[in-house]
């Protein structure tokens, strides 16, 4: 095992204009949720924005333009303003199955970052990304990071740059529940890598781009305006999980699942049963983590100033949801996931659902 090093809080970094922007928009969300007949303030419907996806799993803005990815079909989409779609690529390489397949994307200077299951593991590759909106192409790949522990389940996933300009890596334990606690091994993790892969200098453990373990499968990441990390948890059977996330943590999976009140791990500041969760993609409002839950069916809102509260929004309405995402000028954006396979799709599905502000 590598050698542990002091725990590192997270820095203070400046509040983001993605935070800044969506702030007025966490009102309303909890107003949709408080308040059943508002007098005062006019509430925008939800618009099914992009319909037709495919097993869609991730959201990412290049400036203004979202790319969405297909996990089973392998292709990164372009969303036009009007709503249409319009096929940038197909990654090369995906080898979908139950799980696996093309899942996170983020931007980072002008490249598309991509995670994905491969033949022989999960991988994280750049590319460049070419073109102005409504034609956008990629260029050719480069490796960031490979050989991450794939199956049929249990993949992790979701790729974000922090305001560190680091990139963020979830990673599941692929069925090998040991492995979570294993700091040689890549599964049951959040990697922390430079965008060209390399380890950072100060990560909390020398040589390795382990940040944090004991994860069984994280779903999503985000930062607050204070530099703050969260991040979304699948448990097994008994309790899915938010988590602050803490350099060097030690999050308790398999032996812990849920709040343990064990000193040797830390645990979460909510949990829920996976029936009413199975918590995946999350967003930081200005003063709330919003997150997309699968089974639950449901947004679920978490106020900053308070990590153990929470209110619940459009349960049941629009099925499973896999990501949720701040656009452009304060939008906001889910997606859904009934055509993966464990869903009930609905004419249009699978769809982006936008809200935005009067």
């Not at 299951?117 to 480069?142: F, H, K, W, Y």
């Amino acid at each position: 095992m590598h050698a542990k090093t002091t725990r590192r809080r997270p820095t203070s970094h400046p509040r983001t204009a993605a935070a800044l922007a969506a702030a007025s928009l966490s009102t309303v969300l909890l107003l949709v949720s408080c308040t059943p007949e508002p007098t005062s303030v006019s509430l925008p419907a939800p618009e099914s924005f992009a319909e037709g996806l495919d097993a869609p799993w991730s959201i990412a803005f290049h400036d203004d333009v979202a790319l969405v990815s297909e996990r089973d079909s392998a292709r990164v989409l372009e969303i036009a303003e009007s709503g249409e779609t319009r096929e940038v690529a197909v990654i090369d390489g995906v080898a979908p199955g139950g799980e696996g397949g093309l899942l996170g994307l983020a931007v980072h200077d002008g490249e598309l970052f991509t995670y994905f299951t491969a033949q022989n593991g999960n991988r994280v590759e750049r590319r460049e990304i070419r073109g102005e909106a409504g034609d956008l192409s990629l260029g050719e790949p480069t490796t960031v990071i490979d050989r991450i522990p794939s199956a049929g389940n249990h993949n992790g996933g979701r790729i974000a740059f922090g305001p560190d300009g680091m990139l963020y890596v979830t990673t599941g334990d692929a069925g090998d529940r040991d492995s979570a606690q294993d700091l040689d091994a890549l599964a049951g993790k959040i990697l922390r890598l430079t965008p060209e892969g390399d380890v950072p200098a100060d990560n909390p453990f020398e040589g390795s781009p382990v940040y944090s373990f004991g994860h069984r499968n994280p779903q999503g990441i985000a930062w607050d305006a204070d530099g703050a990390m969260y991040a979304s948890e699948f448990g097994q059977d008994t309790w899915d999980e938010l988590n602050v996330i803490d350099a060097g943590g030690n999050y308790g999976w398999p032996e812990v699942e849920g709040i343990a009140g064990d000193p040797d791990y830390i645990d979460p500041v909510q949990q829920w049963s996976p029936d009413d969760a199975s918590p995946s993609g999350i967003a930081v409002t200005g003063s709330d983590i919003v997150i997309a839950n699968l089974r639950g069916e449901r947004l679920r809102t978490v106020p900053l100033d308070d990590l153990t509260a929470s209110t619940e929004q459009y349960v049941g309405e629009f099925g499973r949801l896999r990501d949720v995402v701040i656009g452009a000028g304060g939008t906001f954006w889910f997606l859904t996931n009934n055509t993966d396979g464990r869903g009930n799709p609905s004419d249009g599905d699978d769809r982006i659902i936008r809200l935005g502000l009067d």
